[in-house]
């Protein structure tokens, strides 16, 4: 029922760029009320938490995507963004979008970058 669809991970070149989406349904709370989160994982490891955005559009992001990273969340189409600049090879990951508090999860959309 609740569902999150992430969309923009492709291949990329390092010190490029990407925008990834993640479209939210069915949820059980409002999507404008939801708090919502990007993490990453790389494999054989857990998930790391990269930004997050609340209802208030307050941000935050962890110290290795400061000034390259920027959330945003448009309310009309219950999207969340992450834009992605500047991407290095450490960024590659699988890129995660959860609701807080909810416990839900994408199925995440792979980000490679290659030097």
């Known amino acids: 029922q609740e569902k999150l669809v992430e969309s923009g991970g492709a291949l990329v070149q390092a010190g490029g760029s990407l925008r990834l989406g993640c479209t939210a349904s069915?949820?059980?709370?409002?999507?404008?009320?939801?708090?919502m989160a990007w993490y990453r994982q790389y494999p054989g490891r857990q998930r790391d938490l990269v930004a997050s955005?609340?209802?208030?559009?307050?941000?935050y992001y962890v110290d290795p995507v400061k000034g390259r990273f920027t959330i945003s969340r448009d309310n009309s189409k219950a999207t969340v963004y992450l834009q992605m600049n500047d991407l290095q090879p450490a960024d590659t990951a699988l890129y995660i979008c959860?609701?807080?508090?909810?416990?839900?999860w994408g199925q995440g959309t792979q980000v490679t970058v290659v030097s």
């Open positions: 959860s609701v807080l508090t909810l416990d839900v």
């Open positions: 069915g949820l059980r709370i409002r999507f404008v009320g939801a708090p």
């Open positions: 955005i609340s209802p208030s559009n307050a941000t």
